[in-house]
T-cell receptor, first 113, second 116 residues
Framework: QKEVEQNSGPLSVPEGAIASLNCTYS??????FFWYRQYSGKSPELIMF????GDKEDGRFTAQLNKASQYVSLLIRDSQPSDSATYLC?????????????FGTGTQLKVEL | DVKVTQSSRYLVKRTGEKVFLECVQD?????MFWYRQDPGLGLRLIYF???????EKGDIPEGYSVSREKKERFSLILESASTNQTSMYLC???????????????FGSGTRLTVV
């Protein structure tokens, strides 16, 4: 079992719809959870982080965390073509201490006109 | 804003060459990391450093070494480049010990290395 799992996609949504991206993790000791966006050929950029159960909203983005189910998700409301990218889920608190992030392989999102 | 600068965006090297990838951050971060990213495999940690002259192996250190002589600079060295080291290499930093969970990483722009 991978430590951080994401569906590779592609996930296709129409413009204006809600995109839902999911991530599961194996270590119950994981403390913090991050979502990075990566455009093709570019480096990842941080868009959201969450460490408490529940929802955290920032503009069109909402991160949701359920530690009991070891599940974190990212919702993108009113999806735009500019949201088309690969979204990486990352967690801290896995083996080796809390300074390192462990990444999933990413979900490719395509927002279609 | 924190800036993490990688010296080259694209690099082509020959098999057997010694390759240096440089990374510099300008915000006095203690933690620095080197990852490689390959399709289907995601980001894999090669080495990381919590302090000057300190280094720890990540998940895939074989064939690589690192150097951190100054706090702001973390170098990745491919001792004898091989074709299976063709990849995107990403440097990242975070502020202090234990702070990654609050701040995450800031990434450099990446170096796409091709070994022929």
């Amino acid at each position: 079992q991978k430590e951080v799992e994401q569906n590779s996609g592609p996930l296709s949504v129409p413009e204006g719809a809600i995109a839902s991206l999911n991530c599961t993790y194996s270590d119950r000791g994981s403390q913090s959870f991050f979502w990075y966006r990566q455009y093709s050929g570019k480096s990842p950029e941080l868009i959201m982080f969450i460490y408490s159960n529940g929802d955290k909203e920032d503009g069109r983005f909402t991160a949701q965390l359920n530690k009991a189910s070891q599940y974190v998700s990212l919702l993108i409301r009113d999806s735009q073509p500019s949201d088309s990218a690969t979204y990486l889920c990352a967690v801290t608190g896995l083996t080796g201490g809390g300074n390192k992030l462990t990444f999933g392989t990413g979900t490719q999102l395509k927002v279609e006109l | 804003d924190v800036k993490v600068t990688q010296s080259s965006r694209y690099l082509v090297k020959r098999t057997g060459e010694k390759v240096f990838l440089e990374c510099v951050q300008d915000m006095d971060h203690e933690n620095m990391f080197w990852y490689r990213q390959d399709p289907g495999l995601g980001l894999r940690l090669i080495y990381f450093s919590y302090d000057v002259k300190m280094k720890e192996k990540g998940d895939i250190p074989e064939g690589y070494s690192v150097s951190r002589e100054k706090k702001e600079r973390f170098s990745l060295i491919l001792e004898s480049a091989s074709t299976n080291q063709t990849s995107m290499y990403l440097c990242a930093s975070s502020p202090t010990s234990g702070s990654t969970g609050r701040y995450g990483y800031t990434f450099g722009s990446g170096t796409r290395l091709t070994v022929v």
